[in-house]
């Protein structure tokens, strides 16, 4: 609930007047991300997803080629560093070992430069990297990240925005996508209304041992941001799948006892979504969707439910649709009777 003003916060002064965005890295760092020609993104757990998500961004808007790693597998790869690549690592505390010593390694592998996306002013990361963008986020007591999580999107969204300026993103669309952004609080605002239907969700969630996730496009690292807040708090064994990827092995496990939830925006992939939801249903598995506006999806109510959540704009889907799979989580979990700030087994930082 506190995301809205973390939001509006990780924002504040970077959206420029008019739709006009103002250079937020400096002079040094204008001069550095007009000249980078791609990007690769490090970063673990929640940080990681927000990093699938900028992979969509910043391809789309920037034209740009992105690779997105887990930080822990990074030192086992001879990574090829094509030329004018721009590092970006990803960590809400700046602290985070794997993440810490990818940072590191780049020394001796020729990038362009490093970017730190970071939510502690004084930690490591924010000492090391070339560049920096906080995320303001404030203090975040859980272990799970929630408002880590979406203010790192707003500050990569706002990245991917300034790429775009930097390399032809025209005018209008740069305009449209600012005021898109510019609302995001507004619209997180809107998504935690449908607090009352989550809760009432999360009944058909109390006595499941498994749960799957599905998402297209950007939605889908939402997807894995959904499952694993499940997994973390409710410690129910939940997964996630790009929704074409359902016909090639985890619709074998689709049965009456698996849960499906479905994140469905109103958008150019929501046909084929529709088709691979059929698939789930036809095996007589409980359908439990997420849907923008308009979509005309339909579930027998004996079997599933349609929760519509307003989008806030496309651009923004990722960051509002999170908003719901958090408050599933999280009531699951009070459900249970789980120790929601405190998980068993996991720590709030990970720095050996
Ligand atoms: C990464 C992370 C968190 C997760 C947990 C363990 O931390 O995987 O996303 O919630 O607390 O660490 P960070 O690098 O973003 O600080």
């Not at 003003?5 to 204008?30: S, Y």
């Not at 923008?292 to 307003?310: F, K, N, Q, W």
Request: net charge negative; proline share 5%.
């Amino acid at each position: 609930f506190e995301q809205p003003r973390a939001v509006a916060d990780t924002l504040e002064g970077r959206l420029g007047e008019d739709g006009v965005l103002p250079n937020i890295f400096g002079v040094e760092g204008e001069d550095l991300l007009t000249r980078v020609q791609g990007l690769h993104i490090v970063a673990c757990g929640t940080s990681y997803h927000a990093g699938m998500v900028a992979k969509y961004w910043i391809e789309s808007l920037a034209h740009l080629p992105v690779s997105v790693e887990v930080a822990s597998e990074y030192r086992y790869r001879d990574v090829v560093v094509p030329d004018d690549t721009l590092f970006v690592a990803i960590s809400q505390s700046g602290e985070t070992a794997d993440t810490l010593s990818a940072l590191r390694e780049t020394t001796r592998r020729g990038y362009l430069g490093t970017l730190g996306i970071c939510n502690v002013p004084e930690s490591s990361l924010v000492r090391e990297a070339d560049l920096k963008l906080m995320t303001r986020a404030g203090p975040e007591i859980g272990v799970a990240s929630t408002k880590a999580f979406t203010t790192q999107l707003t500050a990569l969204a706002l990245l991917a925005l300034e790429l775009g300026r930097m390399h032809g993103l025209d005018a209008a669309r740069q305009r449209s996508l600012v005021a898109e952004l510019a609302h995001l609080p507004m619209a997180i605002e809107d998504a935690l209304k449908c607090e009352p239907a989550i809760a009432a969700l999360a009944e058909h969630f109390v006595h499941r041992q498994h749960a799957l996730f599905l998402g297209r496009g950007a939605q889908y690292p939402v997807a894995l941001e959904g499952a694993l807040k499940l997994k973390e708090i409710s410690y129910i064994h939940a997964e996630a799948y790009p929704a074409g990827e359902l016909k090639h092995g985890p619709l074998a496990l689709v049965d009456e006892e698996m849960p499906v939830i479905a994140v469905a925006p109103n958008n150019a992939m929501l046909d084929k979504l529709k088709s691979n939801l059929q698939e789930v249903r036809a095996r007589g598995g409980e359908l439990y969707v997420l849907a923008g506006r308009d979509t005309g999806m339909e579930v027998d109510p004996s079997r599933g439910e349609v929760i519509e959540v307003p989008l806030g704009g496309h651009f923004v889907a990722p960051v509002v649709f999170t908003v719901p799979l958090q408050l599933l989580a999280y009531h699951v979990a009070v459900l249970r009777g789980t120790d929601v700030d405190q998980p068993r087994n996991l720590a709030k930082s990970v720095t050996v």
